[in-house]
């Protein structure tokens, strides 16, 4: 009761300072996730993610057609579509410290044209033992903020890839590359055994994983994403500078190579050091390259 009535007044206090009206729910979401972006403490924050999340249901479940809401006013949700319309997943997360941080989710499935099944997504990655060789439930989310989904099919199955992201401390971050796995019977399920990468960036996988983790320093920017123009995941090639220790992440980053994850025969197989196409067109030179004898190394004039 005593938290209810929390709750009720985080929403008073919304609708007097802000000048929201009362029966407004999509402007009462956005006054909810600046609390939980900006309020200084974590009681005010977990207060404000309490009534975001009832909110946010209640908006799904009146919706005259869920599937296409727009959510695009509410900063700090990530809303991420299947490419077959089937799927709908909201993640966002609740600050604090570097590593600290809470993950929340809820993800729409469809069932039918107009029916579908709401599904919270409970963060367990703390808790969870060797998450990267076991498939998970909704209720044991490996908690990520998605940036990006895209779906993939071999035969009778259909996988949802999701790109994701996660800090682990003040040091190291960490991309995550996820997949939702929906057999014949429409059960649902993280994590499916597609990927054929016995090592990569250094991270070895002594059996095949059900997802795929790539921890780089907190200091440096990185890009893992599916890229249409390739028909791959591109991904920069993370490695520690000379003389480090490998599995140090804190000194990993980018070192301007690119490798892919290309979807073969029901598979994502690793291509290592691929080429892609920037999109920047680059100026000819007015001479063609030629080898320095002196060095063999090709020289631009």
Do not use: C
Not at 138 to 150: M, R
Request: charge should be neutral; avoid cysteine.
């Amino acid at each position: 009761m005593k938290q209810l009535t929390k709750i009720s007044a985080l929403f008073f206090s919304i609708a007097l300072n802000a000048q929201i009206a009362v029966n407004d729910d999509m402007l009462n979401l956005v006054g909810l996730g600046e609390l939980i972006m900006y309020s200084e403490t974590a009681e005010q924050r977990d207060s404000a993610n309490a009534a975001f999340f009832f909110l946010l249901k209640d908006i799904v479940a009146d919706a005259e057609d869920p599937f296409s809401k727009d959510f695009s006013e509410v900063k700090n949700l990530s809303v991420m579509d299947s490419d077959d319309g089937n799927l709908r997943v909201f993640t966002w997360l609740v600050p604090g410290v570097p590593g600290s941080e809470t993950f929340h989710g809820l993800m729409m499935q469809r069932k039918k044209k107009k029916d579908f099944k709401l599904i919270p997504l409970n963060d367990r990655a703390d808790s969870l033992q060797n998450p990267e060789y076991r498939p998970l439930s909704a209720s044991q989310w490996y908690g990520a903020l998605y940036y990006q989904i895209f779906t993939v099919t071999d035969k009778k199955d259909t996988y949802h890839m999701l790109m994701g992201y996660r800090p682990i401390d003040e040091n190291v971050q960490q991309k995550i590359i996820d997949v939702i796995h929906i057999d014949a019977y429409g059960m649902l399920q993280f994590g499916a055994k597609i990927f054929e990468t016995p090592k990569l960036m250094d991270r070895v996988y002594h059996r095949p994983p059900y997802r795929l983790f790539l921890n780089y320093s907190a200091k440096v920017a990185a890009s893992f994403r599916f890229r249409k123009q390739e028909n791959k995941i591109v991904l920069d090639h993370l490695s520690p500078p000379d003389g480090t220790p490998v599995g140090q992440w804190q000194f990993y980053g980018p070192d301007f190579s690119y490798d892919g994850l290309a979807f073969e025969n029901g598979k994502w197989v690793l291509k290592e050091d691929i080429t892609i196409d920037s999109g920047i067109e680059q100026p000819l030179p007015s001479r063609a390259p030629r080898k320095d004898p002196a060095t063999g190394k090709v020289r631009r004039e």
